[in-house]
């Protein structure tokens, strides 16, 4: 009986450990703005939203826009902000999930025309 207690207890903490691990924002790719850009993530209800603010891009261009890569569970899809000129605003994507599950930013790339 000692034995199933335990083995339930340590189920339990495994469980505890999978909910409470970091989310897919942690993904390495799309973490750090483009040269002459500045990006900015902050939370939403039930979700996570990405501003970028570009003053230069690497090739010459005159707007731009943000592409968020959002993920909820093992949904993934993208999400894109408004064309802004350069220099004169922000660019925001939002991804936003339902009540059991947030979606998160795990990444996000810069379109420019």
């Known amino acids: 009986m000692k034995k199933k207690i335990a083995a339930l207890v340590m189920a339990a903490f495994s469980a505890a450990g999978f909910l409470a691990a970091s989310p897919a924002s942690a993904a390495t790719e799309g973490q750090f703005p483009p040269y002459g850009c500045d990006s900015n993530r ?8 990405i501003s970028l603010t570009c003053f230069s891009l690497p090739r010459h261009s005159e707007t731009y826009r943000v592409v968020a890569h959002c993920t909820s569970g093992s949904s993934l899809w993208f999400t894109v902000g408004h064309w802004v000129p350069v220099g004169f605003g922000t660019s925001t994507a939002e991804c936003r999930g339902g009540l059991l599950a947030n979606a998160y930013v795990a990444g996000y790339h810069v379109d420019d025309f």
């Open 42 to 49: 902050y939370g939403i209800v039930f979700g996570e939203a």
